[in-house]
Structures are given as structure tokens and as C-alpha cells.
């Protein structure tokens, strides 16, 4: 039964953190217009009750062919992800996200 749980448990946390992730990202990029300034810190700060996380969820949510947001392509967007999944190793935002923002296995796991 754990391994069920275990599997199930690992799988939900790689989808928050992706989900997260890009969300913070689409805030940094919505208040700069690049991701230059990401950061550990900017994560560790960033939360699901952001005031600014309906509008990121808009954005986030929209196909990028030629949906606008702001009067700017979403592929830009797309593009500046792109960009910085390139350049950037995300070990350091997962390893924040898994300790400041998801339960933890031993809170989930069966009884």
C-alpha cells in the first residue's frame, strides 16, 4: 500500500513544483518583463496567496499561439521560460519549494 502512496505522494509534489515554479515565474516576468531576477530568496517569498497570483493565472492558463496579455504574446513569455530553464538549474528552487511549501510524505502517507 505505501508504494502506492509513495508513488502517488512523488508525483503530486513534481506537478506542484513545476506549477509553482512557473508561476513564479510568470509574477518575476509580469513585474520585470524578463526573469533576470529570480531568486532562491523570491521563491522562499513567493506564496499561493500572492495577490498577484489570479492575474499570473490568467496568464499562465492562456495558449501561446496568439493570445496577448498586457499587449504582449504569450510566447514571449514562453520564450523567456525557455530561456531560463536553459541557463538556470532548478535543484536550488526545488530543494526551497520541497522544504518551505509542500507537506512533507510523513503528513501525507496512509495510517
Known amino acids: 500500500m505505501y508504494s502506492i502512496a509513495e508513488k502517488r505522494y512523488k508525483s503530486i509534489k513534481e506537478r506542484a513544483f513545476k506549477s509553482f515554479l512557473e508561476l513564479y515565474l510568470t509574477k518575476v516576468y509580469l513585474t520585470n518583463k524578463d526573469l533576470k531576477s529570480t531568486s532562491g530568496e523570491g521563491v522562499k517569498e513567493f506564496s499561493y496567496d500572492d495577490i498577484d497570483i489570479p492575474r499570473c493565472l490568467r496568464v499562465y492558463q492562456l495558449p ?48
Open 64 to 111: 501561446s499561439d496568439k493570445s496577448l496579455f498586457e499587449e504582449e504574446p504569450v510566447k514571449n513569455l514562453d520564450t523567456a521560460y525557455d530561456n531560463w530553464f536553459e541557463i538556470n538549474l532548478i535543484k536550488k528552487y526545488k530543494e526551497i519549494f520541497e522544504t518551505k511549501k509542500i507537506i512533507d510524505w510523513e503528513v501525507f502517507r496512509p495510517l
